[in-house]
């Protein structure tokens, strides 16, 4: 049993192709018109000068005949060929329903890389198909030569010269001992074939070129083709939104397990960790009480309106904590709060001074002063030693 990696690493199956006798077709070499620049005839009128071109050499009108043609951009000729529609019954046509192109068994060969003035012979039941190549990469003439159904070697012989006498000398020839056959590739844009050794490889505008289907009935079934193409593309990205969502969808019920089980353990530690705290408080006041001590005494007398020679007077200090002092005083000069303030910021000890409450009544002014004291930054006042 293949292992999913080796599934994985396939490439799909090989596309559906009819390949139709060569003796039933007949090839000619056709001179193109420049087009409109130095790389040859455009696409479009290529179709269009193969198509009048077949309509001199056939006896038949094109209607009545299935046609194609091989070009290659910048290529003064273009190879083509055409066939009788009668001489293919009614049942192989129908065979012909879903098959991707359609041409003679020689057009797969017409995509190999060969060096000029190199001829391919290729063995088929019926005969001997040749196709020389001159200097360019489209074929310069195809010639068949058919063979009787118990041919001699005397027979295959004759038939090959036969073959050379038609096409012409060649530097080199390349012999196939079977027919070409389709092969699977990565990309959809080349159909790809091979005979023994040799490859050939037709990208798909050429393939276009040489399905030999009515043309009308080709455009539609391309069309169709292209639309079923957007339809599948569609539909796969549906199918990845849904693995996506399908794959956010357990990431959150993983997440919302994990959110509960982490709860639950944060709920069963939590008296733990609140009797540490406790603990900790306890410890940190305990060492606030034994290292620290209040100095209410030092702060009043650090910051009594005396030393600063104003007229503001203290009516109750408090403390809350260890180094914060709140005074509620009055004068009878307003204008000595904001000195006396500033007076109190500049001290090194002090790190903020906060005037609140402020308010007048019968020319004397009342507000509370709250002073904020940096730690370690009085000290105890000495002890009188004893008398």
Excluded at 160 to 167: D, E, G, S, W
Excluded at 229 to 243: E, H, K, L, P, T
Excluded at 340 to 351: G, I, T
Aim: aromatic share 6%; charged share 20%; net charge neutral.
């Amino acid at each position: 049993m293949p292992s999913p990696l080796s599934l994985l690493r396939a490439a799909p199956p090989p596309p559906r192709v009819a390949l139709l006798p060569d003796g039933l077709f007949f090839v000619r070499a056709v001179p193109l018109a420049a087009g409109g620049d130095d790389a040859g005839a455009p696409p479009q009128d290529v179709a269009a000068q193969v198509e009048l071109a077949l309509e001199g050499l056939s006896p038949f009108p094109l209607s009545q005949v299935y046609h194609g043609y091989y070009w290659v951009p910048g290529s003064r000729h273009a190879l083509a060929f055409a066939a009788y529609r009668r001489r293919f019954p009614a049942e192989e046509v129908a065979g012909w329903q879903g098959a991707q192109v359609v041409l003679p068994s020689f057009a797969a060969l017409l995509g190999a890389e060969v060096a000029p003035a190199t001829t391919i012979v290729s063995t088929a039941p019926d005969g001997l198909t040749g196709i020389h190549w001159g200097d360019g990469p489209v074929p310069t003439g195809v010639a068949f030569q058919s063979l009787p159904a118990e041919a001699t070697d005397e027979d295959r012989a004759r038939a090959r010269n036969a073959l050379f006498r038609a096409l012409g000398d060649a530097k080199a020839v390349v012999e196939l001992a079977e027919p070409p056959s389709a092969q699977s590739s990565r990309s959809d844009r080349e159909i790809v074939f091979r005979s023994g050794e040799t490859v050939s490889r037709l990208p798909a505008a050429a393939a276009a070129g040489l399905d030999v289907r009515d043309k009308v009935e080709l455009a539609a079934l391309r069309r169709a083709r292209r639309r079923d193409v957007v339809i599948w593309r569609v539909a796969m990205g549906c199918v990845a939104a849904f693995v996506v969502m399908a794959a956010c969808e357990l990431l959150l019920v993983g997440g919302g397990i994990w959110q509960g089980t982490r709860l639950k353990v944060v709920r069963l530690q939590s008296p733990v960790v609140d009797n540490i705290m406790t603990a900790q408080d306890i410890a940190r006041r305990i060492n606030e009480l034994s290292t620290q001590r209040l100095l209410p005494i030092e702060m009043i007398r650090l910051v009594h309106p005396r030393r600063f020679g104003t007229g503001i007077t203290f009516l109750r200090a408090s403390t809350s904590g260890l180094y914060t002092l709140t005074v509620d005083a009055q004068t009878s000069n307003p204008g000595e709060i904001s000195t006396y303030r500033s007076s109190l910021e500049a001290l090194p000890a002090c790190d903020k001074v906060e005037i609140r409450d402020l308010r007048t009544q019968n020319n004397v002014a009342s507000f509370t002063l709250v002073i904020d004291f940096k730690p370690g930054s009085l000290a105890p006042a000495p002890v009188p030693p004893a008398s």
